[in-house]
C-alpha cells in the first residue's frame, strides 16, 4: 500500500496535521539535516499503524518534503480505515 505525505520538519511535535491537496499531511519533530526527518517519518508511521519499521518505506521523494510511502503488511482497506479515524479526531 503506498500513499503521499506531506512532511513539515521542524515542528513543535510528530503529529498528523490533515489533508493537503491528496497527501497526508505530518508534521514531525525531526529537522531535515542528514536524513533525520525520514528516520523519524518512518518510526512515526510505524507507530502510528502498528507495524515494525522495517514494514515501512520511503519510495519516492526522500529530500523532498513530498513523499511517497509504502507500508507492507495491510491491505488498503486496513490503511484506510486507520487515516480516516486518524482524520476524524483534528
Known sequence: MTFAVRVIPRAGR???AGVRGDALLV???A???DGAANVALIAFLARLFD???RDVAIVA???SRDKRVAIGGLTTDAVGRRLSDIL???
Open 61 to 63: 521523494g526522500p529530500s
Open 14 to 16: 510528530s503529529a498528523i
Open 51 to 53: 507495524r515494525p519499521k
Open 27 to 29: 508534521r514531525l519533530a
Open 88 to 90: 476524524s479526531e483534528l
Open 31 to 33: 529537522p531535515p539535516v
